[in-house]
């Protein structure tokens, strides 16, 4: 008889649980977070003199978990009532965990009843939604987009990210897609040892060489089978490429050959008890910028993922045709591609080989560029997924809209959570029996509405501040600020320390009030007039004009070539990398470098005594980047120190360590340490680096 794994689960898994700690957390993300309310445990039991915080735990009761989350709220960043209550449940498993049995109910429903009305009233938490759940629109993704491409000065590792974020944006818009479907959302394993405390077998015994091994089969077994997903599946959590299939289709209407695109989002909430794969469908739009096929199509050619050994350029892969009766043919991927993140992480200055790109990055990118384009709020992953919602419902049958979501049809998620707080429809003139005014009500129940695109999140120059007469009231305090310190430093300690400490806190509560209350003075009413596009690297300023001023009407074969020549250009980003020097470089009209100066050697071997020795062979960085000139040699040495000097030595261990002057690169100057390198700097090229420590 042949015994299968699956006989073997329920009995193995019994027996196996029976000797852990933990009988009851079982994913990952709960032992996170367990583990990481541990700590705070720990902490409230020093606090508290309670003394083992095992003991505490096991002998802890109503009036214990209430004071653990005054506690938390006292001592930590806690400004809302979710924070506090989600504290409070991941206490809940830690109890559960430690004395295998659930919380009292009674005493849970008391407990609630005490953080709503007496410790929210208490720390001045915030009410839940109490802010609102804004809702973005087209015109919100298409000004982010635009943002993104043309206007944007921040400082990327390659400008190759732009083409992954407007990516990111417009699969989050279109799917409403959580980002942990597209992005890496995995937090990682804590690494202050409460993990291994709870859970880990090591933790009891660190001398007992044999708790590196399963104790039994049976335990190593069920390890086998917990795993048996990741590791069968050997790739992140993250869109990758077996997940979406690029095809050319024969249109049913027309009989052209079109590309489409299916995505498989398998990552969803819940996937690892119940997976849902979702399947959407995207077909090329009539504008480029909002066209989710041709950032794939270069992000693919990016990383020379087809597999047919003919489609190297752009203009190959939109190109390519069905034949004969044929009505749909697949593009396939590469073998060695199937598992890798579409979007990806960069390390250092280089894109990661298999590394996807994490939450934290795709957020905090996503909120700065919101800002700064002109949104009064920041924006976030969870407004584009309420704008999906809200477009597909009504539309399509509710059975759809749940299914496009992720959600149980039978809990109602999207009345409850999701729906557009601001009613979408005239209910005024519908009770009053006029026409309904339809584009004003779309327009008031998005969060486009007060956004500006003459805004950012910094919009008066320092100049305008240094200008400005001193404020009387601030002069005051911070002179007696001046005269409580006795001009020393350190405060700490001192009887009249927090009297200081409320002195600075009111000093810059009031400067800060002052910044919010200045206003520009009045000026006549002009038309807007969109600024124009000024951008220091040339693939990038060609990219932003085509897809910012697409012209309207175009043929269908000059929207190919427009599309074509998009996709050439977000290839070539990839290899292009503005710096901060860029704001220091006189602004000139863009021309050929080499025509300027006919006859001249660009790259010299005598470089300028200010002059960075390794930017100067960075092809990514335009010609005035490379050959910047720094204003003293300090601060150069202090760029070197801080942009290069850690990757050198990583070369230095590996014995890779080679000039990067144009002119050294294709002599292949090879050397063999970092004092070797800055003893070569300054006799072959004439720059004195800074000597390394000892």
């Known amino acids: ?15 196996h649980l029976a000797g852990l700690v933990s009988p009851w957390s079982t994913t990952n993300s709960t032992k996170r977070n367990t583990a990481g309310v541990l700590r705070k445990w720990k902490r409230y039991c020093e606090f508290s003199k309670l003394g083992a915080w095992v003991d505490a735990i096991k002998k802890a009761d109503m009036s214990t978990a209430t004071d653990f989350i005054d506690y938390i709220c006292d001592h930590y960043k806690v400004t809302s009532e979710g924070t506090s209550w989600e504290y409070f449940r991941q206490y809940q498993q830690l109890y559960t965990d430690i004395n295998g049995q659930y919380m009292d109910r009674n005493d849970c429903r008391a407990i609630k009843n005490f953080h709503d009305t007496v410790t929210a009233v208490r720390f001045g938490l915030r009410k839940p939604n109490i802010n609102g759940k804004p809702v973005a629109s087209v015109d919100t993704l298409l000004s982010l987009l635009i943002f993104n491409i043309a206007y944007d000065t921040a400082v990327f590792p390659t400008e190759g990210h732009r083409s992954q974020l407007s990516g990111c944006y417009i699969f989050l818009a279109y799917t409403g897609a959580r980002p942990a479907e597209i992005v890496d959302n995995e937090p990682s394993k804590p690494t202050d040892g409460m993990w291994e405390e709870l859970y880990g077998r090591k933790a009891a015994s660190n001398d007992d060489d044999s708790n590196d091994k399963a104790p039994d089969e049976n335990s190593r077994l069920l390890e086998d089978l917990l795993c048996q997903e990741m590791l069968g599946r050997g790739r992140p959590k993250a869109l990758c490429y077996e997940d979406i299939l690029l095809m050319v289709v024969r249109h049913p209407e027309t009989g052209k050959d079109v590309l489409a695109m299916a995505v498989k989002f398998i990552h969803h909430k819940g996937a690892d008890n119940k997976p849902k794969p979702t399947i959407f469908f995207f077909t090329m739009t009539r504008r480029i910028i909002l066209c989710p096929i041709t950032i794939i199509i270069s992000q693919a050619l990016r990383d020379n993922a087809f597999h047919a050994p003919s489609l190297t350029c752009a203009a190959s892969v939109f190109r390519v045709k069905n034949l004969g009766p044929v009505k749909c043919t697949p593009i396939r991927w590469k073998e060695a591609m199937l598992k890798i993140p579409v979007f990806r992480r960069f390390d250092g200055a280089a894109i990661s080989p298999d590394q996807p790109l994490q939450y934290y990055k795709l957020r905090d990118d996503m909120s700065r560029q919101s800002l700064d384009a002109g949104n009064e709020m920041a924006l976030g992953p969870k407004a584009f997924r309420r704008m999906a919602a809200n477009a597909v419902n009504g539309d399509a049958p509710d059975a759809v809209r749940d299914q496009a979501m992720r959600h149980n049809p039978k809990w109602a998620t999207f009345n409850a959570a999701y729906i557009n707080e601001m009613v979408e429809f005239d209910v005024q003139n519908a009770v009053l029996g006029e026409p309904t005014e339809d584009g004003m009500i779309h327009f008031w129940s998005h969060m486009s509405l007060m956004s500006d695109p003459r805004a950012c999140s910094d919009m008066v120059p320092d100049g305008v501040w240094q200008e400005l007469p001193p404020d009387p009231e601030i002069e005051d305090l911070v002179r007696q600020r001046a005269e409580l310190k006795g001009a020393q430093y350190r405060i700490q300690g001192r009887d009249d320390e927090n009297e200081i400490r409320d002195l600075s806190r009111l000093i810059k509560n009031k400067e800060g009030q002052r910044k919010k209350n200045r206003r520009g003075g009045e000026e006549a009413e002009v038309e807007y007039i969109a600024p124009a596009i000024e951008l220091h690297i040339p693939e990038r300023a060609e990219l932003a004009e085509i897809l910012v001023n697409q012209p309207e009407g175009v043929s269908g074969e000059e929207l190919l070539r427009l599309r074509i020549r998009s996709a050439e250009l977000m290839i070539a980003l990839n290899d292009k990398r503005e710096t901060a020097k860029r704001k220091r470089i ?109």
């Open 586 to 694: 006189p602004q000139r009209v863009q021309a050929n470098v080499k025509e300027e100066s006919s006859g001249q050697d660009l790259f010299p071997l005598l470089m300028g005594k200010t002059q960075c020795p390794r930017c100067i062979g960075d092809e990514r960085q335009s010609y005035e980047e490379r050959t910047f000139p720094y204003c003293r040699t300090a601060v150069m040495n202090d760029h070197f120190d801080r942009e290069h000097l850690g990757g050198m030595k990583e070369m230095e261990r590996e014995n890779l360590i080679f000039c990067e002057h144009p002119k050294c690169k294709e002599e292949g100057v090879k050397l063999k340490h970092l004092d070797h390198f800055r003893n070569h700097v300054e006799s072959v090229h004439g720059v004195k680096m800074r000597p390394g420590k000892a």
């Open 1 to 15: 008889m042949r015994i299968t794994a699956v006989y073997y689960v329920r009995p193995v898994l019994t027996n």
